[in-house]
Every structure is written in C-alpha cells, then in structure tokens.
C-alpha cells in the first residue's frame, strides 16, 4: 500500500494477507470497533447452525434481515407513522391520543397560497421561502460540487509528487462535523473575521456578508462545497483510475487532440460516477439544516431559511410547539425526498443497461 | 484549449519527462487547496488560544497575544505595558497606572517616580506571544471530562459495533438471497434512504420515551443503528462478490451463517471500513438527538456537555472555541493514523 | 429466533449493567435533578450552595445538569410534556411551562415569606386564574436598559443626554458620536422581541385590548416600529442584529460593545457582570435610565425563574431545597456573587451589596435597580402573560423581514396578527 491508488479499484482485496506488514497495525486500530463484531459473530455461530437446521436454509434470510428491521420498525418506520397522525392532528399535546382531529387543516394551511411562485403570497410564507431557498442552494451547490470535484480528481489523477497527502488534505474536512465547520467559517467571515481583515489590509472596505442576501447564499454554497467536496472527489478519482489505460494510449497513437480525448473517453466512462456524485449531493442538499443554520441562521431576514430549518423550528423553537404542522411539512418533505430516490433508481438502473 | 485539455487530462506522461505549465498550475491549485482546506481549521485552533478579549480584536493578530504587564515598584499591582509616543515626539515604554477618560496616567518603569499624562489615542499596547491554556483547564476543571469523553467514547464504539453488525446481516441477506418479500424489504431500505432524523425528531423521541430509554446512552445509540444507507452501501458491494465462492462453501457443508462471516464479511471489509469511519464520525458529532433525550450530567456527551457554554444570553467564544479543538482532536488523531485507509477505502467501494 | 433476540438482550443488558456501575454510587436516599443554565458564572455558584445543602441534608442529594439554554428552550418542554422532566429547572418562559409547574406550597415552611418576597413574580409562573400556587421564584430578575460607550462620548466632545431624554435625543446623539469617532454601530438593540417591547411601551403601545386580549398592532407600537426601521435606513442601527438572522433567533451586540464598536446598546442588567469582566480598562461605560417617549420611560422586566415541576416522585425535599436556596441569605448570597438584580423584595428593599463588583458595575446594577421601581403596569402585563413568547417571537420574526426588506411594514403588522392568532388558536387545541 505505498500508495493507495495501486490497488485495482473496485475489487476487493482478498482478506488482509495480500496487504503489507508495515500497513496491517493500521487496519488492526481500524478493525478496534471491529472488534465486538468479530466477536458477536464467532460466538453466534453454534447458535445459527442450529437455528438452521430448525427452520431450514430457505428461511434464513429471513434470520438475516430481523435484527435490521426491527430498528428499522421501530425507529424508522413507526415514527414515519406517528408522523402521519401528528399532521392531521392538532393542539400542544405530545401524545397522539390526546391530539384532537382536525383532518386535513395542517396540509390546507400549509398550502394556502395567492400564487404558488410567490411565497410571500402564502399564509405560511416561512414554509415556502425553505421551499425556494432550498431549491436555489441545491442547484447551486450540486452544480459547484460536481465542477470542483471532478477538477480535483481530475488534478490528483495525474502524476503528481504526494497525491497520498493532497488527497487527504481535501477529504479532511469531512470528517468535522457540520457545526464545527459552520463555526469556524463563522468566525473567519464575521464583520471583524480573517476574512475582513485581508480586505482591508488590501485597501478595501469590510463586507458585511451575512447581511446581503445573495452573499450569505453564496457562502452557504461555499461552505458546503468545502465541507464535502472531498466525498465527491473520492468516488470521481477511483472512477477516473478505472478507465483502461490502453483507451488513453489508443487515442495517442491516432494522434487524438487532448480535448478529444476528456471529452470522448474520459468524461463518458466517468459518467456512472458522476450520476453518484449529482444524485447523493442533491439529497444532502436537500437535507441541509445544521450546517447552514449555524452559519447564517437563515437569514439575512429569511434568504438561507431552508426547509427542515423549518420544520425543526416549527417542531422545537416555537413558544407553542407546533408538532402538527411541522409533521405536515416533512411529510410533504418526505414524499419529494422519495421521489428523487425513484428518479435515482431510474437512472441506476439506465446505467446498468 | 488543448492546454486546458491537457490541464484536465488523464495521466499518460511517464516519470521523468520535464515540467510542463500545466504541472505547475496542477501544484498551485493543490497548494491553494491545502491553504483552503487546513487554514480555516488551524486559525480554529489558534484562535482557541486567545484571551476573550484578544479574540475581538481587530485586525485580529494570527498568534495569541497579550498585553506584557510590569512591576513597578511603588504600585501594588503589575501595570499593563505601553508604548506612549509624548508630545516631544519621542516614543517611550510606559507602564499605565490608570485612566480617567481620555487621558491615561503612566509611569516609566525605569524611573518609578515620574509620571507621564498621555493621550490614550497615542498609546500602543506591547504584546507578546501567550497562549490563554485557561481556555482549556477552565472548563475541564468545571466539567466533568472524563465522563463525557467515556460515554461519547461508549456511544461510538457499541453503536458503531451493532451498526456494522446488523446492517452486514441485513446486506447479505438482501444481495445473497432469493426469497419471498425481499422487493418490498428492499424498497423499504431505499424508500427511507433520505429521511433526515430532524424531521422525525419528535416521533422517535415518543418512541424511545415509551421503550423507557430516556437518559440512557441507549437511547442515543439504537436509533440509529439501522442505517439505510449502510444496508445500502454494503448491499451494493456484496452484489459484485462472485457467487461461485458461496456455492463452493455450500458444497462444503458450511452453514449459512458461516458463509456469512466468514466468507462474505472479509471480502466486504473495504465498505465495512467505509461504513464505519462514517459511523464513527456521525456518532463522534452528533448533537441534535443527543440533546433531546440526554438530560442527566451522567450520561452526557462530549458535545453535550460542551456546549452548556452557550447560555441564553451570551455565548462564551474563549471556551467555546477551545472546546471545540478538543472534540476535534480525537478526529484528527484517526484521521492522521487512517488516512490512507479511509482514502482508499471509499474509493475502491467505488459507490456503484 | 427467540434464542437470538434473548442472545442480543443479554448482550446489551450486561452492557448497560457495566456502565450503570460505572456510574455515581449515591448512598442517598432521595436524589433530585435540577436542571440548568448559564450565561456567565452562575452554574458554579449554584454548584456552591448545593454542596452546602447537601452537608446539611445527607439524605437528600442534588445533580446539577448543565444545558445550552437551547435545551432549556427547545428540549424541556417535550421532555416535561412527556412526564421525563426534571425535578426544578432554571426556565425564561415560566407562563409557557406553568402547566407543569408544582405547587409547593403544601410543603414549605413558610408561605408567607415567599408571598412577602416573590409575590409579583409568582404570577409569572401560574397558569391564568391560578392566584393561589407557589412554583418557585427568581434566580435573576433583570430589566433592559442601554449602556453607553461613554470614552466615545468625550472623544467626539458630544455631551451625553440628561436622565429624561426621549429616544430621539439619544438617537441624534449617538449618531453624531459614531460619525465622528468611525464607530460601526451607533445603536444597538438587541434582536429580541422582549428587548423591542421596552421600546414600543415607552412609545405607548399597549399590547392588550380592554378584555385582556392580546391586540399587539396599535399606533405605539407602529410608531416603535417605524422608529427601528427608520434607524435602520439611516444607519443609526446595523442590519447585522436584526437584519441579519431569520426566523426568531437572538442576536446581541455585547461583543461588540465590548470591542468599543457600539456608542448605545439597549440591552439589559445581565451583561453587567461579563461588561465589567471583559471591558476592564479599556473605556468608561455606564448605564443609563432607559429613553423616554409618548408612553413614558418604562424598561422591560423579565427574568429566569427556578421552578419545581410536578412530576416530581419528592415533593416535600423539592420545596426544602427551594426554602433553603430561597431564603433571604442564601438567595441574597447568590445574587451578590452573580452580580444579579435581586427578584425578591426583602433583599431589594434593603438594598444589596456587590462585593465582587468594579465600581462601573456596581454603579451600572444602582441603575437598574432603579429602573426596576418604574417598571409600567403594561410592562409587567406583557411579561405576565403565558403567551408572551408567542407575541415576542412573532413581532421579531416579522420585524426581521421588514428590516431585512424581504417585506413592508404594513405586510409585517398583518402577519404579526395572524401569527399570534393562529399560535393562540393551535395552544388551545385540547
């Protein structure tokens, strides 16, 4: 493992005795959670021979997924259900018992709108600003994620002294956490931050950014761009370093321009990447709250307001909390968090044929 | 364009050959990108460092600085340090005694005895290098440290253990097996893929309410250890695993658990190593959830714990900041030790 | 499969039994939570007088949990809702949480003394109609109230308005001030609804109709309205406090006031302690009785409250704690090292010594303190109301977008209404 990029990528390696003796120390203190694991699984195995031979190898799948779907039950998809009877109920109460009936008032509120391209003509305009803004940073930050990604990967694919170290420095960041990055950025742009002092130092006049509208979006996209880039790069270069060499030196012995060759050979056989690329940074997006939160608050007045943002604050931050409609609004959420899941098998499935 | 071409393209040129622009604007890019990406986490730290009045300095200075303070005999107090420019124009090194608006009373250090009348827009702090360590022991004294940081520990361990356990399980039964069902169970990881836990904070909260959790480490680790996106990650890996090695331990009477763990999950460790670093760093981190059912100093996490820094009214940025390096020392530490593995280990998942 | 789940039961049951040994081994017969928050070093005089109580009452032992005041805010109230309260809490918004409160009054010692000392402030934390019940009483009675920069006043040579100025005369002031000295921000007001309703009552606003119905929008407080928006345009006021975060979010400007950035900051008593902390030497600040307009010169009160809750399983140690940290030394003891305005009459009555205090605060708190004595009846209406938070945060929110110029002024007024209505309307949902 001298360097990373010699092992074929996607393929498995073999268990750990293919790799070198000065790397194994490092896979132990990686397999250290491991641990129990490896354990639970020795000492569960007299336990499944015999839960096999009573129930017969035909239903062991069944022994396989149990333990999953039980959490999945209850914590996934009883709450998916609480949810539903919190939006068609109403009133402070937290237990869905004592929550009266009020049908489909949430929903109808909630949509209650002049014009639905105006959300300052909606009766719950907080809800459809999430709606827009959160649109307007998903386009912006999946477009920005991908160009900077695949220029990155496409930069660290090349023969360069020290990938192993650039490539670690870009994915650090990934691994803060969404507050932490939201703060130290936080703390660089404020009025009198790091960022202002290099202004002024080179003759300019401080920038209020988080009081500009099109700045503090600006520097919502940036932050995340920054913060998960590194993810983005990753999958693009195993892709890049996936592509047959003899490609490359077919097209340089037909005297192929360079252009020719990103554009008909690279970016193509990247393609599968790339659809992983756009679709998981389009359902972060969608699913920012933390991060932007921190950083801007939702503002200035409510032009980084996103949409959980919303539903959290109309759940928790609010003097009457407002469980009901904030359940409505994720239920909403929900439905269009599931069709894009839809459209990302659609198009996992394109890809496969 | 060609150059941009080439900027972009593939690697092709042998080692060895001369440096083309185009390496260059490669090294450049990258220097700016480790400026870019370690400099905001490093001025965190150095930040960190600073008294909670020099962290609302500004031009903020890069190091921590403080005021050198002298003792003057004569004054029962050290007297912060000066650099006074008089009304002759000369510039000295005076001790401050005190100020009465616009005019400050300053000593020469030298010469206790005589005292200067100086404007206090002609006067300039002289600051050395100090880091305020107080930042750090303060609250570490008031805290209780070690037991957030063995909980947090627990919590990421154990929660990180199931997770991996019961999300391999569930992978391999839904890429190895034909049976009946197995579309609807697959679709129910999919379908649920996407649901940020904030929108169903409150349900969840009722549920673990009702399974008695409340305040109990427990009830920040079962949760979420049925990841969807885990059984979907490790699913996909196990789909490319060749079947003949499954059919050849059949052959061989293993049970189907053995063929599980022992054949399956060592193919599988370069996805089970991404899903636990993923895991590890979610469960590190996590504040949200934690907050609604931890309410006992007990049973707190680190970044519970830290975070009584932010009162109604104020928050308290020396510690704050300070605190923060020390949730983000751990990650660091795994970063610097794993790094490679991390890297590669995303990478030859390959996501498909 | 059953054999399995038992398997994983024990599991997790030998590993839940290794930490709960791990943890504290209380010989006590009766352990109490008390939950909490701090702003500044109030968490560790607390921490004091419990240990002192618990040397004197071995069988009762007392956990204080520290929160972010997040938890306090967002996390209690379901956690109260769902019966997986505290014992006692340190809460803002005691009308919000009076449904849950407990009355100790069955339990104390003496009533009296707690009518005697606490009585205007135990209507805060009842239910509406309920005049009888004891919940708890004040850790912090506070009151807005501006500082003032007042080095920044001499070095522009502006004379600092006298004690009955309005709000334009400080206006104007410390405009001319920031202009001359380059300072950022000539007013400060804190991005809070509760903050803001200091500024609309001194301008006439009256918050409630004849019936005690909330009627927020009238002309003193569109006049208070028009003032901060207009401010705004004339950069007397940065967007940064109220343009600059969404929804109900609080900003303050202690930072920068601090930072000698802010000639008038409308704040209040609690950033007495933490100003005389971090400002030192570095400038003169003082406090100044609060600006006058059409409806007199009254400040906001307000405070946070230590109350009991009732689902509590000990009741009777519940209100022998709260006797012993309520009572007039201990309690007197804990405002005089936090450096809080007193919330119980004996003490403010007699007046209260701030040993700790530089001479800037202690004079700062003689201020407010005074300021307190001319709280208006509206005023105390607002905070007494179980819905205020409603009203504040709607004002704030709505305010915000007008400032922010996503919205009109005249857009905001509506949606302030529709929103209290609508809030109100959804609380009483049974």
């Keep these: 493992m001298s360097d990373g990029s010699s092992r074929p990528p996607g393929r498995p390696s073999a268990g750990t005795a293919r790799v070198p003796a000065s790397a194994r120390w490092r ?16 000492l569960l195995d007299p336990l499944m021979a015999a839960v096999q031979r009573l129930i017969g190898a035909g239903r062991m799948p069944y022994v396989f997924l149990f333990p999953n779907f039980v959490f999945f039950g209850l914590f996934v998809f009883l709450p998916i259900g609480i949810n539903l009877v919190f939006s068609v109920t109403g009133g402070p109460a937290l237990f869905p018992s004592e929550r009266p009936f009020v049908g489909a008032e949430q929903y109808a509120y ?82 009198d931050g790091l960022l202002n002092a290099a202004i002024t130092s080179l003759g300019g006049q401080k920038i209020l950014f988080f009081v500009d509208p099109s700045w503090a979006m600006f520097w919502a996209v940036f932050v995340s761009v920054w913060a998960h880039m590194g993810f983005y790069t990753l999958i693009l270069l195993a892709g890049l370093q996936a592509i047959p060499s003899d490609l490359y030196e077919a097209a340089e012995m037909d005297r192929t321009p360079r252009w020719r060759i990103l554009w008909r050979i690279t970016l193509p056989l990247l393609w599968p990447n790339m659809i992983v690329v ?76 | 364009m060609a150059a941009l071409a080439r900027l972009l393209g593939a690697r092709r040129d042998g080692p060895g050959r001369p440096l083309h622009w185009t390496d260059i604007a490669s090294y450049a890019y990258l220097a700016f990108g480790v400026v870019l990406m370690f400099g905001p986490v490093l001025w965190l730290v150095f930040s960190s460092f600073k008294t909670q009045s020099a962290l609302l300095e500004f031009p903020p200075s890069l190091m921590p600085m403080a005021q050198v303070e002298v003792t ?71 805290f209780a440290f070690l037991r957030f940081l063995s909980n947090s520990l627990f919590v990421t361990v154990v929660a990180t253990a199931i997770t991996l356990l019961i999300n391999s399980m569930a992978a391999y039964g839904l890429a190895v097996y034909e049976f009946r069902g197995k579309t609807a169970a697959t679709l129910a990881v999919i379908g649920t893929l996407m649901i940020p836990i904030t929108i169903v904070l409150v349900p969840v909260y009722l549920v673990v309410t009702e399974l008695g959790l409340v305040n109990s480490l427990w009830a920040v680790i079962l949760p979420g250890a049925a990841t969807p996106t885990g059984v979907f990650l490790l699913r996909q890996y196990m789909l490319t695993l060749p079947r003949d090695l499954i059919e050849a331990a059949r052959m061989d009477k293993a049970s189907e658990w053995q063929i599980y ?92 | ?103 100790m009054r069955p339990h104390l010692k003496d009533p009296a003394y707690w009518e005697a000392n606490f009585g205007p402030f135990l209507t805060w934390m009842r239910t509406a109609g309920d005049t009888k019940s004891i919940p708890g009483f004040m850790t912090q009675l506070t009151v807005t109230g501006p500082f003032v920069n007042k080095t920044l006043f001499e070095q522009a040579g502006v004379a600092l308005p006298g004690p009955k100025a309005t709000w ?9 001030v920031a202009d001359k000295v380059q300072a950022p921000y000539p007013l400060a007001l804190d991005r809070s609804g509760h903050r803001f309703f200091a500024l609309a009552v001194s301008q006439g606003a009256k918050v409630f109709d004849e019936k005690g119905e909330p009627a927020v929008i009238d002309d003193g407080f569109k006049r208070a309205a028009q003032l901060v928006y207009d401010w705004h345009k004339a950069g007397i006021m940065s967007k940064e406090l109220w343009g600059s975060v969404s929804g109900t979010a609080y900003r303050g400007a202690n930072d920068e006031f601090k930072n000698a950035q802010v000639v008038m900051y409308l704040s209040g008593s609690w950033q007495t302690a933490q100003f005389a902390k971090t400002v030192g030497n570095a400038f003169d600040w003082i406090a100044v009785p609060n600006p006058c307009g059409a409806g007199g010169c009254s400040s906001m009160p307000g405070g946070a409250g230590l109350m009991a809750f009732k ?119 049974q």
Aim: one cysteine or more; charged letters at 15%; glycine letters at 6%.
């Design chain 1, 27 to 42: 896979d132990r203190a990686a397999g250290l959670a491991g641990l129990p694991v490896a354990l639970a699984l020795r």
């Design chain 1, 110 to 191: 909630l949509f209650d709108c002049g014009s639905y391209l105006d959300p300052s003509s909606c009766r719950e305009d907080h809800f459809w600003r999430g709606v827009s803004n959160t649109a307007v940073f998903v386009l912006f930050q999946v477009g920005t994620m991908v160009l900077v990604s695949l220029l990155t990967a496409l930069v660290l694919n090349r023969p360069i002294r020290g990938r192993g170290f650039f490539r670690a420095v870009y994915f650090f960041p990934v691994l803060l956490s969404p507050v932490v990055v939201a703060l130290i950025w936080k703390w660089i742009l404020q009025r």
């Design chain 1, 278 to 353: 756009i679709v998981l940074s389009l359902i972060k997006g969608v699913q920012t709250f933390d991060e932007v939160f921190v950083l801007t608050g939702g503002g200035p007045g409510t032009a980084t307001l996103m949409v959980v943002q919303y539903i959290y604050e109309t759940a928790f931050a609010n003097q009457v909390q407002n469980f009901g409609l904030a359940a409505a609004a994720s239920v909403v959420l929900g439905l269009v968090l599931f069709a894009l899941t839809l459209a990302q098998l659609a198009a996992t499935r394109m890809k496969e044929r």
């Design chain 2, 72 to 142: 003057v005999a004569g004054q029962p107090n050290p007297l912060p340090l000066f650099r006074a420019t008089l009304p002759d124009g000369s510039v000295k090194e005076l001790a401050q005694i005190r100020r009465v608006g616009l005019v400050a009373q300053m000593v020469d250090p030298a010469e206790p005895d005589k005292t200067y009348r100086v404007a206090i827009d002609k006067r300039e702090p002289v600051r050395k290098v100090a880091l305020a360590t107080e930042n750090y022991t303060e609250p570490l004294r008031q």
């Design chain 2, 261 to 352: 763990w022992r054949i399956v999950m060592p193919l599988t460790l370069p996805a089970l190593a991404v899903l636990a670093i993923f895991s590890i760093m979610w469960r590190w981190n996590e504040f949200l959830w934690p907050l609604a059912v931890l309410t006992k100093t007990e049973v707190y996490t680190l970044q519970i714990g830290l975070a009584a820094f932010q009162g109604e009214l104020q928050t308290q940025w020396h510690y704050l900041l300070a605190m923060t390096v020390v949730t983000l020392a751990p990650v660091a530490l795994v970063f610097v030790f794993l790094q490679r593995f991390i890297t590669t280990g995303i990478g030859s998942t390959g996501m498909k």
């Design chain 3, 1 to 103: 499969m059953r054999s399995v789940t038992s398997l994983i039961t024990t599991f997790a049951l030998g590993l839940a039994a290794t930490t709960a040994l791990a943890g504290p081994v209380l010989a006590q017969s009766v352990t109490l939570r008390m939950t909490w928050y701090s702003d500044g070093n109030e968490g560790e005089v607390m921490t004091d007088l419990l240990k002192r109580f618990q040397a004197e009452n071995k069988d009762i032992a007392v956990v204080l949990d520290q929160v972010p005041f997040k938890a306090i805010n967002e996390n209690l109230p379901v956690q109260l809702a769902s019966g997986q309260g505290p014992d006692i809490a340190r809460v803002t918004d005691m009308g919000g949480l009076a449904r849950y409160a407990l009355d």
């Design chain 3, 168 to 176: 334009d005369d400080w206006a104007k002031a410390v405009k001319t």
């Design chain 3, 311 to 429: 689902a509590t399983k000990h009741p009777e140690a519940v209100a022998k704690l709260m006797d012993y940290l309520a009572s007039e030394k201990v309690l007197g003891e804990f405002y005089s090292r936090t450096l809080f305005v007193p919330g119980h009459l004996g003490i403010a009555k007699k007046g209260i010594e701030y040993p700790g205090a530089s001479p800037e605060a202690a004079a700062a708190l003689k201020v407010f303190t005074a300021s307190a004595a001319e709280v208006a009846p509206t005023a105390y209406q607002i905070q007494g109301y179980g819905n205020s938070r409603i009203i504040f945060n709607a004002v704030i929110s709505r305010l915000g977008q007008a400032i922010a110029g996503e919205t009109s002024l005249d857009e905001a007024y509506k949606r302030i209404t529709a929103d209290v209505t609508q809030q109100i309307a959804e609380r009483n949902k």
